[in-house]
Structures are given as structure tokens and as C-alpha cells.
């Protein structure tokens, strides 16, 4: 959802500050995609953690150079005992954290910023390969400025370089635009 088209009805919802119902199932898809994401990860913690443990009573057992007995004896159980125990909160510090991300990005809240647009729209070179670069920073003071990627060129066609806008927006790590609209000069003064 990284590319900014929007319609009437869109802007109307923004302002109201909710979504309207095709920015609702854009987001639905970027969200299950997420989630996804997500799963996988958690699942290749669990694989890694249990090669780490397995392989670390494989060679506990090599070394000793008997069978289980000394593998699950009380000595070694405390060791055992702390590789699950980090195991596990990590694998909370994980849950809490996608919880935390995902909260604000569930229920749709929407921020605005209002500034003057500097459209970016380039090429850079990353590799030997020509990537695009497509950016909105609207410079809201003369420190301060709050800047906007997007995947196209298109994206970009809603503004015009030194006016005035007010951006509807998702607070992602890289904040989503959702909409736009020219602020008048009179408006911004007040």
C-alpha cells in the first residue's frame, strides 16, 4: 500500500479521521501479509532454538562419552533450564513487540502533518543497479521536516513543489500517506 491513490471519498473518510472501506481492504492485505511475515518468523526461531538445543545435547553426550544419564542429570538440567528460559522471552520480547507495532496499525489510526511539498523524484544507483527514488518532505519549519516514500512517480502527481499541504497518514515505521490536500494560503496563515 506504499503507492498514494486516493478519491474523494477517501479524503472525505480521512478527515473525518477513519479509513473508507478500499483503504480498509488495501490495509487488510498489507496487515495479513505482516502477519505471514511474521508467522515465518516465529517459526525459524523455534527451528534455530531447536538445532541449538539438540545439538547442544549431542555434544554433551559426545563429550562425556555416555549415553543420556549425564545429559539430564541435575548439574546439567540448570543450563538446560536457562537456554529455555532465554528461548522463551525472547520469543516474548517478539509477541509483545508485533503486538505493540500492530495495535496502532489495526485499528486504523490516522495523524496529519501540514507543510510546504519538496517532491523528490530521481534515480540513485545501489549495487550497479538504478533504483528509483520517489519522495514527499514537506518542511514544516525551518528544522523541521517529515518526508514520505512511495514505490512510484505517480504518487507524487497530487502535489506541486513549494505549496502547501496536509497529508493524511498511517504512522508505520515509514509513515503510509493515505491522502492529500492543497491547504490555501489563507488557511495556512491562520
Not at 478519491?7 to 487488510?28: F, I, M, T, V, Y
Not at 520517489?134 to 512510484?152: A, C, G, I, M, V
Not at 505517480?154 to 515505521?173: E, T
Request: proline letters at 3%; hydrophobic letters at 40%.
Amino acid at each position: 500500500m506504499n503507492t498514494l491513490n486516493f478519491n474523494d471519498a477517501d479524503l472525505k473518510a480521512n478527515r473525518e479521521g477513519r479509513l473508507s472501506d478500499a483503504q480498509q481492504k488495501r490495509l487488510n492485505v498489507d496487515l495479513d501479509m505482516i502477519h505471514q511475515h511474521s508467522k515465518y518468523m516465529l517459526w525459524f526461531m523455534g527451528a534455530i532454538f531447536a538445532v541449538i538445543f539438540i545439538s547442544g545435547i549431542i555434544n554433551e553426550i559426545r563429550a562425556t562419552r555416555r549415553g543420556l544419564e549425564t545429559v539430564f542429570q541435575p548439574d546439567n538440567l540448570t543450563g538446560y533450564v536457562r537456554i529455555g528460559a532465554t528461548f522463551l522471552m525472547l520469543t516474548g520480547f517478539v509477541a509483545v513487540g508485533y503486538w505493540w507495532g500492530m495495535r496502532g496499525l489495526t485499528n486504523g489510526t490516522i495523524r496529519t502533518v501540514e507543510g510546504t511539498a519538496d517532491i523528490i523524484s530521481t534515480f540513485i544507483t545501489v549495487k550497479g543497479r538504478r533504483v528509483p527514488l520517489n519522495r514527499l518532505r514537506l518542511r514544516r519549519s525551518w528544522y523541521s521536516r517529515f518526508t514520505f516514500h512511495f514505490d512510484d512517480s505517480q504518487s507524487l502527481r497530487y502535489f506541486k513543489n513549494g505549496r502547501r499541504y496536509c497529508v493524511y497518514y498511517l504512522p508505520y515505521a515509514m509513515p503510509q500517506a493515505l491522502s492529500a490536500e492543497e491547504i490555501e494560503p489563507e488557511k495556512a496563515k491562520r
